[in-house]
């Protein structure tokens, strides 16, 4: 597993360096849209109905106002609209960088 060697918020895009030297930008927003957290994906029961989640929500003018490292596997991103509860793992984030822009 890769790990972050530099973490930077830049404008609008959170800038991380990995330890194999590749780099992911990532725009607040798309963190905001693809926090793995229960309040934005929802939750599923054992019969895979769907409860909460944030369908279709608008995150164009959040920003992201801090993160921290959570152990050796995540990181958390404070935003402004208050969210902070999605541990966004490094292998998650990886993924995200590799994605095509929206």
């Known amino acids: 597993m890769q790990t972050p060697a530099n973490v930077q918020v830049?404008?609008?895009?959170?800038a991380i360096a990995w330890s194999d030297g590749a780099e992911s930008f990532l725009r607040h927003d798309l963190l905001r849209r693809a926090?793995?957290?229960?309040?934005?994906?929802?939750?599923r029961d054992m019969f895979g109905?769907?409860?909460?989640?944030?369908?279709?929500?608008?995150?164009?003018?959040?920003r992201i106002l801090g993160w921290e490292r959570i152990?050796?596997?995540a990181l958390r991103f404070e935003f402004s609209d208050g969210h902070r509860t999605g541990l966004y793992t490094y292998d998650y984030l990886r993924k995200l960088g590799a994605l095509p822009p929206t």
Request: aromatic residues 6%; glycine residues 22%.
């Open 35 to 43: 926090s793995p957290s229960a309040e934005t994906q929802g939750e």
């Open 10 to 14: 830049i404008g609008d895009e959170v």
């Open 71 to 73: 152990g050796n596997y």
């Open 49 to 62: 109905t769907q409860y909460g989640g944030e369908r279709g929500a608008d995150h164009s003018g959040v």
